[in-house]
T-cell receptor, first 116, second 111 residues
Framework: GAVVSQHPSRVICKSGTSVKIECRSL??????MFWYRQFPKQSLMLMAT?????????EQGVEKDKFLINHASLTLSTLTVTSAHPEDSSFYIC????????????FGAGSRLTVL | GEDVEQSLFLSVREGDSSVINCTYT??????LYWYKQEPGAGLQLLTY?????DMKQDQRLTVLLNKKDKHLSLRIADTQTGDSAIYFC???????????FGKGTRLSVIA
């Protein structure tokens, strides 16, 4: 079945630095990927839709300059958290739409970001 | 906008059946999904159902859809401790729109 690989699984960084998270579809091409942020009380928040070869579509309230998304190929999307602050600490999960036609999303394993 | 609601917690005894309920508001929902999330992991698709179906069964899992009431349920038969996780309900109204997720139901299975 479809597999999405997300890296790194855990990252700790100092405040003010930037962190890049990669999301790869391993055995299928994904023209569209989605980035979610999960808060401690479980809920998933869609941050942005990543479109191969074009600009990402951000959800309301998500800072484009803060969370840079690049989808340069059909199998790779990256999320860069720029000038990270402790409030950016969270669990970030990417997903890609598979090719079944039922709009099924395959999720990566998530990346736990801790900003000191 | 579209909304998906589900209760936050459910506790059951091992061997009993679990029923996780979900309601949604989008009358044009085409696909409805159940995802499972284990601690520290991403979401895993359990099953999905087309809106023109009333029921779908897959081994221990039974999904019931009441389209009139916009109500979706997931029944897990013979619940095991390994079923302890967060279960997310989600809906989509087409093949191109982002899924709308509920807040997740944390299922605790008591041995």
């Amino acid at each position: 079945g479809a597999v999405v690989s997300q890296h790194p699984s855990r990252v700790i960084c100092k405040s003010g630095t930037s962190v890049k998270i990669e999301c790869r579809s391993l055995d299928f091409q994904a023209t569209t990927m989605f980035w979610y942020r999960q808060f401690p009380k479980q809920s998933l928040m869609l941050m942005a839709t990543s479109n191969e070869g074009s600009k990402a579509t951000y959800e309301q309230g998500v800072e484009k300059d803060k969370f840079l998304i690049n989808h340069a190929s059909l199998t790779l999307s990256t999320l860069t958290v720029t000038s990270a602050h402790p409030e950016d600490s969270s669990f970030y999960i990417c997903s890609a739409r598979d090719q079944s036609g039922a709009n099924v999303l395959t999720f990566g394993a998530g990346s736990r970001l801790t900003v000191l | 906008g579209e909304d998906v609601e589900q209760s936050l917690f459910l506790s059951v005894r091992e061997g009993d059946s679990s029923v996780i309920n979900c309601t949604y508001t989008d009358s044009s929902s085409t696909y409805l999904y159940w995802y499972k999330q284990e601690p520290g992991a991403g979401l895993q698709l359990l099953t999905y159902i087309f809106s023109n179906m009333d029921m779908k069964q897959d081994q221990r899992l039974t999904v019931l859809l009441n389209k009139k009431d916009k109500h979706l349920s997931l029944r897990i038969a013979d619940t095991q401790t390994g079923d302890s996780a967060i279960y997310f309900c989600a809906e989509s109204d087409s093949g191109n729109t982002p899924l709308v997720f509920g807040k997740g139901t944390r299922l605790s299975v008591i041995a």
